[in-house]
Structures are given as C-alpha cells and as structure tokens.
C-alpha cells in the first residue's frame, strides 16, 4: 500500500464524510510504467482507480483527473468546509496534446471568461 500524498473530506446533505485520497505513485512491477491510486470513500459506492503513465509525473496528473471528474459527478451533493453545496473545489483538468499556442489560447479564454463571470457578481 502507498502512501496518500493528498486527502480532502467532504459532507454530503445529511453530514456524512467522504473522503478523496490521491496516493503516492509507484512504479509497475515488471513495466517501465507508473500507477497512482486515486480512492474516495463515503459515498453510495466506494471508487478506485488508477491512473496508469509512462512516469510518475503523467501517472499522477492521470490519477487526479480520475478522481476529480468522479467527484465532479457528485458534486451537486456534496460541500467543502463551510461552502456552498456543490463547491467542491476540484480543478478543471484537460490532458493536451495540442500545440502551445493553442493551449496559450485556451488560457486566455478560460481567464476572460472568469475575469467575466466575476465582473457579473459585483
């Protein structure tokens, strides 16, 4: 068993705890492959998976996308600390294999829209 490098709990509506774990990556037995281990517990199904890279870099980056797009499937129910239902917190995580411009592109995008949605709160 590795170790969890990263923890986050959540409450779901009726105040149970859910726990999302990243665990540390490792390197596969007989591959030059990694593995990281994402696991949440609490919800109606326990999740595990693994996100499986040519390095542990890649192995983590895949893992935590894993886990973030299955929490993002829960997230309607569940709060973190004292926030809103719903605000969980997790990253908006998109692998790339596109060209740097592009993905410069993307950013800027991404930004004007928040620089946006911020403006439209005040």
């Known amino acids: 068993m590795t170790d969890v490098i990263a923890q986050r709990l959540f409450r779901t509506r009726k105040g149970t705890g859910v726990v999302a774990r990243v665990h540390a990556p490792e390197k596969m037995p007989h591959s030059s492959e990694w593995s990281c281990k994402v ?11 693994a996100g499986i890279g040519v390095d542990s870099f890649q192995a983590l980056c895949l893992g935590f996308r894993l886990l973030c797009a299955h929490l993002d499937k829960y997230a309607a129910t569940l709060r973190f600390l004292d926030g809103k239902e719903g605000d969980v917190g997790t990253p908006l995580i998109v692998p790339w294999s596109f060209t740097p411009s592009l993905k410069a592109e993307a950013y800027r995008l991404i930004d004007g829209k928040i620089k946006q949605e911020l403006g439209a709160e005040r």
Do not use: R
């Open 39 to 49: 696991d949440v517990k609490g919800l109606e199904a326990p999740f595990e998976q």
